[in-house]
Each structure stands twice: as structure tokens, then as C-alpha cells.
């Protein structure tokens, strides 16, 4: 069955880098449109950014996120820099047009 593990989340200060991981199993990760979301406390869940033969991101994140994947290894990343106190979410991994979703990683961001 399809399994989504996202890890690599933590607290930073503001200004601060991090890099999150998703590690797929259960399909076939290098045919499916990957996708970053995440959810703030209190708000809906949010798309963050998309890899296929692009990478597309949200209008908050660009310049500060970077999205890749390594189909070898089935995983996806996000580089996250300049993180600001707004980032604070929970993040998540989803491949398109596959309704599952992971328990994600937190990330806090605050001095």
C-alpha cells in the first residue's frame, strides 16, 4: 500500500534553513507529480510546491524554497531557507491523483 514518511522538521530561529525529506513506497514514484503541502494551526491546508519536468511554488515561498526528488531513492526534498515565523506548519508529501496522506513534519519557526 502507498506509504508517505516525511521527516527532517524541527525548530529554527527566523532567518534559518531546513531540509525536509519524503520518502514514498507503494507506487511508482518516478511516474507521479510530487507535491509539497502544508497546514498552520487554525488554517486549511496549503499547496507549497510541485516537481514533474517543473517545479512550481507558491507565490509565499519563492526564492526561499527549493523542491527536487531522487527517483532512485523514491524520495522527494525541500530545501527551505530564510524561513520566516509564517512557515510554521506542518509539511506534507503527496503524489497527484493518489488520495493518502502521511503524518507529515512539524516545522516551527521562532526565535
Known amino acids: 500500500q502507498v506509504q508517505l514518511v516525511e521527516s527532517g522538521g524541527g525548530l529554527v530561529q527566523p532567518g534559518g534553513s531546513l531540509r525536509l525529506s519524503c520518502v514514498a513506497s507503494?507506487?511508482?514514484?518516478?511516474?507521479?507529480?510530487m507535491s509539497w503541502y502544508r497546514q498552520a494551526p487554525g488554517k486549511e491546508r496549503e499547496l507549497v510546491a510541485t516537481?514533474?519536468?517543473?517545479?512550481n511554488y507558491a507565490d509565499s515561498v519563492k526564492g526561499r524554497f527549493a523542491i527536487s526528488r531522487d527517483n532512485t531513492k523514491n524520495t522527494m526534498y525541500l530545501q527551505m531557507n530564510n524561513l520566516k515565523p509564517e512557515d510554521t506548519a506542518v509539511y506534507y508529501c503527496?503524489?497527484?491523483?493518489?488520495?493518502?496522506w502521511g503524518k507529515g513534519t512539524l516545522v516551527t519557526v521562532s526565535s
Open positions: 516537481i514533474s519536468s517543473t517545479r
Open positions: 507503494g507506487f511508482t514514484f518516478s511516474s507521479y507529480v
Open positions: 503527496k503524489p497527484d491523483g493518489i488520495t493518502y
